[in-house]
């Protein structure tokens, strides 16, 4: 099968590591419980514009969904980019290292 030029590549598995840091960020700086669903997914856009491949991150209560892209690959995000896309100021406590 032969794909068109600009048809988005796929982005490789994410590895439960990185799922698992990303989500206890989400869940500290959004002080959230652990019932409440947080997703990630790392998705691939060949739009002009876009960035490559970008990772959305999602909270999931029984009452609203909130969900941030960061155009970024899961893999080279940090705390302070998870604070930014919520909006959390940086003085909460959470250090880049923060794991």
Do not use: Y
């Not at 980019?81 to 909006?87: L, R």
């Amino acid at each position: 099968m032969i794909s068109p030029p600009n048809a988005a590549r796929r982005p490789d598995r994410l590895p439960p590591d990185v799922v698992g840091r990303l989500r206890h960020w989400v869940r500290t700086c959004l002080r959230l419980d652990d019932e409440v669903v947080v997703s990630v997914a790392q998705l691939a856009c060949p739009d002009a514009g876009c960035a490559p491949v970008e990772t959305v991150l999602a909270v999931l209560t029984p009452k609203t969904t909130v969900h941030r892209t960061i155009p970024l690959p899961a893999d080279r995000i940090t705390v302070a980019d998870v604070q930014a896309a919520f909006a959390i100021p940086v003085s909460s406590g959470l250090d880049r290292s923060a794991s």
